[in-house]
């Protein structure tokens, strides 16, 4: 599988289908969770990445462990109750709905996936100094709205 940034194997698709099987309305990847990995990319993304899910997840209570990753499962039918807004595409959008998902209280889930990013070259289309305010206001947006919400989260197991 490959999408702009990333190229991650598709044993995660099976794990995300068996847990929307299971009800779940809106499935997360995640390279934090255990099992999961990040490999490659460049040491500030990485670092920024780390830092930014662990206290979204630790202080915000997000359900997940990854919030920022691109890979998502979600049904059709959920789309329109998420409301996303982030006029960035990419990782924006998928921030979003990784929180509004959770403050929504929806069926959510998580698995682990191993991402490798530009592990043979390529250029990031990351620039801090135009996104920092999209990444910002997501990152509040979570702080706020996630803390104290009930997640009906479910993990898949590890086979």
């Not at 043979?120 to 206001?137: N, P």
């Amino acid at each position: 599988m490959v999408s702009a940034d990333t190229i991650g194997p598709d044993i995660p698709i099976h794990q995300m289908l068996s847990l929307a099987n299971q009800g779940c309305d809106f499935v997360n990847s995640s390279r934090y969770a255990a099992y999961g990995k990040r490999l490659g990319g460049s040491f500030f993304e990485s670092t920024l990445s780390k830092l930014a899910n662990c206290l979204l997840y630790s202080l915000g209570g997000s359900a997940f462990t990854d919030s920022t990753t691109r890979l998502k499962l979600f049904r059709k039918s959920i789309f329109s109750q998420l409301s996303l807004e982030s006029k960035s595409p990419g990782w924006a959008v998928s921030f979003e709905s990784a929180l509004k998902a959770q403050y929504a209280g929806l069926k959510i889930g998580e698995v682990p996936t191993v991402a490798v990013d530009r592990f043979y070259g390529g250029k990031s289309t990351f620039r801090l100094s135009t996104e920092l305010i999209e990444y910002l206001k997501w990152f509040v947006w979570g702080i706020c709205k996630t803390r104290g919400t009930k997640a009906n989260l479910i993990s898949t197991p590890i086979r």
